[in-house]
């Protein structure tokens, strides 16, 4: 009995102060707001409490509100006051730290040469340039090779043409040379 009793003393502290506001048009209650900001948040105050107290009011008839779509819209109304938080907070600084190490492999790989880029241009050692130029060495022979090769293939490929045309051809002469003798001789 004595829970009811504070519930009731509770309510009735909670009718007195919303009374104030419930008299006053919102209309008005927005003009006072600074900014859009502040009257963002008084229609979200609004909200939330009219939904947290018809989620009282499903628990004390005895209902799960946890079911009911009120609890979906609290949810819905708390992260829309989290958005109006984050708008009204400044934002945070930058980080400014550079960091060198990052800023050392972004200026080795702009400067480094394609076939050399895992080695550190600055402790190049004359092995080592000798091993770059026998790489390149062998890349150009190879290239060389493979010219050669496309080289040889239209080539042939040429010559296989001119001795299909010419076979083609030589039936053709053939018959007209039959067709002249036997209109020579006409038995």
Known sequence: METLKRFQEALDGTSEEL??????????LRKQSAGPLEAAELDLSFAFAINSLF??????????????????????IKEYMKKVQQLKSPPE???LRVDKGAAKRFVKAALAPNEAKEVD???VTSDDKDKNKDKKDKKDK??????????????????????????????KKKKKKKSKKSNKNPT
């Open 121 to 123: 241009t600055a402790k």
């Open 142 to 171: 190879k290239k060389k090779e493979n010219k050669q090769k496309t080289n040889q293939t239209s080539v042939s490929v040429s010559d296989d043409k001119r001795k299909a045309e010419d076979d083609s051809s030589s039936p």
């Open 93 to 95: 600084e930058p980080n």
């Open 19 to 28: 009374g104030a506001l419930l008299n006053t048009p919102i209309a008005e």
């Open 55 to 76: 989620w009282t009011y499903i628990r004390l008839c005895g209902d799960d509100p946890k079911d009911h779509p009120v609890n979906r819209e609290l949810v819905r």
